[in-house]
């Protein structure tokens, strides 16, 4: 929903205002490291409640506490962003036909924004961590749809202005945080005790919190430092630019966001069980999943970007300035993706120091060469940092892990998991460019990208062991045979 509606977006708001939405989406990145891995935590001690290793009241004491925490959170970010929206506003951002009054309102609201994601972030993974997938995909599909359609709907007939795009997502997100709080506490019982605030509760996972805090922290400052430089190197337009490659490129994470979010609670069971067989097979299963799910669009980026941009936009002289930008953060997002698997089971186990080694060599490396490649080489010399960074983590990170977990399992990840379903997505993904018509209409390009997407994903999806064998049995809305 938010990528099919980004040409009302620029059309009615204009490319300007939309470096402002590109702003937004930098400040939600914070919510990452703000809620101080509590959604994550709170997942992962939902998932082994559900495996027995809380009682009743107990989980609702933890919930209790982790709630007032994130609440506290919360308030602290919406606050800070708020206070701080009339020097971001004067000082940060370089506009030309935006009012500083109205960009300060419009950051001022993002904070209240920012803030309701916090906790809805928070709700969301209690719920994922009971494994009520079915629920939360319906519930997390309408308020998608009711927050950026509901916009375009805003900003075509009601008033085509910034502030009221971001006074209708503060809308939608209010609604979703009462929502997913209901849903939460009705999937949990009641109990006759009382249930309060317990900082002991909270020791329990004080390791795995903290671990998830430094691991998030730099990870953001690997993923965001580039956004920032830009977004006061660049003008706004430029900026927008620059946003819109990135959304774009990021839909890749969309794709492959409901394999982890139903799989990093089943690892959590299994592991609590000491189930190490099932395990294994559930690791492969999700991680050739994963490839089929996210290597076809990758690569329909890389291969076609400028077509696909044209085609979705309609304005040649977009797709001209965004694809260059495209390819290199479409090639990271990928690679990235495929990590998704290896890392949600690093977390299965409560190994968070890991993560946060690799990305503290990483912010000693990277960030001084994205301070340098800024100023020098503008949006795509940043790009391309994106893939070097995950390039280590394919080649260093998967070996290093796997000396401790699944220890015999890497190179079939190497092999079975990625290399032998993408093969074949890249022969029918290199084959449809090469035999790619000089001139389709709208209609007609969409068809062709389409249909190389779902060739390349058929193909990928045959290549694919586990997802071959084990394919009658994968139920779509719940992995518990797996």
């Keep these: 929903m938010g990528l099919a509606f980004v040409p009302v977006y620029i059309h009615q708001l204009g490319m300007e205002a939309y470096g402002i939405v590109g702003l ?3 400040l939600l990145a914070g919510l990452v490291l703000l809620d101080m891995g509590i959604s994550q935590t709170l997942n992962r001690e939902m998932a082994r409640y559900t495996s027995g290793k809380y009682t009743q009241h107990q989980i609702l004491v933890f919930l209790r506490s982790v709630e007032i925490i994130g609440a506290g959170a919360a308030l602290f970010l919406g606050s800070a962003i708020f206070l701080g929206a009339h020097g971001i506003a004067s000082y940060w951002v370089r506009a ?3 009012s500083i009054p109205e960009i300060e309102t419009a950051i001022g609201t993002m904070g209240l924004i920012v803030a309701l994601r916090v906790m809805e972030s928070l709700y969301r993974g ?3 961590g009971l494994q009520q997938q079915v629920v939360l995909n319906v519930v997390g599909a309408g308020f998608a749809t009711g927050r950026w359609a509901g916009a375009a709907c805003i900003v075509l007939w009601v008033e085509p202005n910034i502030i009221a795009f971001f006074a209708w997502h503060t809308l939608v997100s209010t609604m979703a945080v009462l929502s997913y709080r209901y849903i939460l506490y009705r999937s949990l019982p009641a109990v006759e005790e009382k249930v309060e605030f317990s900082i002991h509760a909270l020791k329990k996972v004080q390791r795995f919190t903290g671990g998830m805090l430094v691991t998030t922290a ?3 400052v690997l993923t965001q430092s580039d956004k920032i430089l830009l977004s006061r190197i660049l003008s706004l337009e430029a900026f927008g630019y620059y946003t819109l490659a990135t959304l774009v490129s990021s839909a890749l994470n969309l794709a492959g966001a409901p394999v982890t979010q139903a799989l990093y609670p089943r690892f959590t069971e299994l592991v609590s069980q000491k189930d190490s067989v099932h395990l294994a097979r559930a690791y492969h299963l999700g991680a050739q999943l994963m490839s089929i799910i996210t290597i076809p669009p990758a690569l ?6 400028h077509h696909l941009i044209t085609a979705w936009t309609g304005d040649p002289t977009l797709a001209a300035k965004v694809a260059p930008i495209l390819t290199p953060l479409a090639i990271g997002t990928m690679l990235n993706g495929l990590m998704g698997i290896p890392y949600i089971m690093q977390l299965a186990h409560g190994w968070t120091g890991f993560a946060a080694r690799m990305n503290m060599v990483a912010v000693v490396i990277l960030v001084p060469l994205i301070l340098w490649m800024a100023p020098h080489y503008g949006a795509i010399g940043v790009a ?3 893939v070097v960074l995950n390039l280590g983590y394919i080649f260093m990170g998967i070996h290093f892990m796997h000396r401790r977990l699944l220890s015999q399992e890497k190179w079939n990840w190497y092999w079975y998991d990625i290399i032998m379903p993408g093969i074949p997505i890249s022969l029918v ?3 449809s460019y090469v035999a790619h018509p000089s001139v389709l209409g709208r209609i007609g390009e969409w068809c062709w990208l389409v249909g190389t997407m779902l060739t390349a ?4 999806a045959l290549s694919s062991k586990c997802v071959r064998e084990n394919f009658s049995e994968l139920k779509i809305y719940r992995f518990k045979k797996i």
Aim: no cysteine; proline share 0%.
């Design 429 to 431: 993904t290199l084959i």
């Design 300 to 305: 329909l980026l890389i291969f076609f970007g």
């Design 96 to 98: 030309q036909h935006l």
């Design 24 to 26: 937004y989406t930098l």
């Design 384 to 386: 391309w940092i994106w």
């Design 126 to 128: 209690g719920i994922a």
């Design 457 to 460: 994903l058929t193909f990928g």
């Design 218 to 220: 730099l990870a953001l």
